[in-house]
């Protein structure tokens, strides 16, 4: 029997590696003796004796960097090599040492039920899906990458953007998008990670169509005869469309094509879902006023804008052209109505002696002018007869002190009347 009873470092470990590395699982002995060291996995399965593998599993080996280390290698690690595993000294009773294996795998993303590249129609719910696996469960961001347009972002109201590449602000593996507009169409990435490098990633390209508009820079374009003359149209659509410029010719249309000398059609790509087409009268003429038609058409739908070329030496001379209206001048003679009917007042009855009543009638009061105005004359007016308004004017300011005369005229005759002189 051995002095010595065997003994472990510790009673326990735990171990921790990645999915694909080597895992070393430690047990150290301290005076072994004769004694005999197995290890075990959890469903008790022998695995090495000693030094030697006994199951039939090349990537598990017995590794002793010093004499009292019995450790247990496992190359290869996989995610089912995980679990409990018992270096077992043969002592009675049997002393164990527990190692707890954990695997973890990295974030992984599962292609058969991830989403392709999508082309949605504008207005539809888009649904991305980024099927992931991992050990933790790793955890899914969605970006989307924002198409840069002359240096500066485009910018939607679903989509924010303050990068290159902006976060959408959800997490998940599913990414539903309602009522999907062309601003965000994109490129939709993923990426998973749960801690264990690396993370992973998944570009998802969302193409969303929409039917052809246009637009027009200017409606209304004035020129000369004989110079020439350029009308653009703006395209915007997805996929691209089918453009060409038209005539209006009465009731009906006529397309205009390249004509050398003439005309000429051009077409410039703006981004990737603008155009522009141009149209470029090389010698404008008095037949090519009137209304040029620019249509854009696409399996989506179609649109089309109209544009007038006119005259502009025409239109020039019909504005500088005034007509001066005749007006005939009227005068209206204004007469300040100076002149105003008589009004009597009846004075209290003064009867006489002999019962006569006397009665005394006064002019009513009339309103005079201001002083140095005139009454102006009318146009059947003749010299006799402004004369004989100035003398009545005249009269009419002096009656009023005529009036006062009569009257204590009439008093003092009253006096008289009523008290006779006494006789000497």
């Not at 989307?144 to 976060?167: I, L």
């Not at 749960?194 to 052809?212: E, H, L, S």
């Amino acid at each position: 029997m051995d002095a010595m009873v065997p003994t472990f470092d510790s009673p326990m470990a735990n171990v921790t590696v990645k999915e694909g590395a080597t895992a070393v699982l430690p047990c150290s002995v301290k005076f072994l003796g004769s004694r005999q060291v197995v290890w075990t996995d959890q469903w008790s399965t022998l695995l090495t004796f000693e030094d030697r593998r006994i199951i039939d599993d090349e990537r598990v080996s017995v590794e002793r960097p010093f004499t009292k280390d019995w450790n247990l290698h496992i190359r290869d690690v996989q995610h089912r090599d995980q679990g409990l595993y018992n270096c077992q000294i043969n002592t009675k009773p049997v002393k164990i040492k527990t190692v707890h294996l954990t695997v973890q795998v990295p974030a992984k993303i599962v292609d058969e039920f991830s989403s392709e590249d999508k082309t949605p129609r504008e207005g539809e719910t888009v649904t991305l899906v980024c099927n992931v696996t991992g050990i933790p469960m790793p955890k899914v961001t969605w970006f989307r990458h924002v198409r840069e347009k002359d240096g500066a972002e485009t910018q939607s109201e679903f989509c924010p953007e303050h990068h290159n590449r902006t976060s959408v602000g959800i997490s998940g593996e599913v990414l539903i998008i309602h009522n999907i507009s062309r601003y965000c169409g994109d490129i939709y990435e993923c990426v998973a990670f749960n801690g264990v490098p690396p993370a992973i990633n998944r570009m998802i390209q969302v193409d969303v169509q929409f039917p052809p508009e246009i637009s027009l820079p200017n409606r209304r374009i004035g020129q000369t005869v004989g110079k020439e003359t350029i009308l653009e149209c703006q395209i915007t659509a997805n996929p691209q469309a089918n453009v060409k410029w038209l005539r209006q010719n009465g009731s009906h249309t006529e397309e205009i094509k390249t004509v050398p000398g003439r005309y000429r059609v051009e077409l410039y790509s703006e981004d990737k879902d603008s155009i522009t087409l141009s149209l470029i009268l090389m010698y404008v003429s008095k037949e090519d006023f009137g209304t040029f038609i620019c249509e854009a058409s696409s399996v989506l739908g179609q649109d089309r804008e109209s544009m007038v070329l006119y005259d502009y030496d025409k239109h020039l001379n019909s504005k500088t052209t005034t007509t001066t209206p005749t007006t005939s001048s009227t005068t209206t003679s204004t007469s300040t109505a100076l002149d105003e009917p008589r009004r009597a007042f009846a004075s209290q009855g003064l009867r006489d002696s002999s019962g006569a009543q006397i009665r005394i009638f006064t002019q009513g009061p009339t309103q005079s002018p201001p002083h140095g105005a005139q009454q102006l004359p009318s146009d059947g007016d003749s010299p006799r007869d402004i004369a004989a308004r100035g003398r009545s004017s005249s009269a009419r300011t002096t009656s009023p002190l005529l009036l006062v005369t009569v009257y204590i005229l009439s008093l003092l005759m009253v006096t008289v009347l009523t008290h006779p002189a006494p006789s000497s």
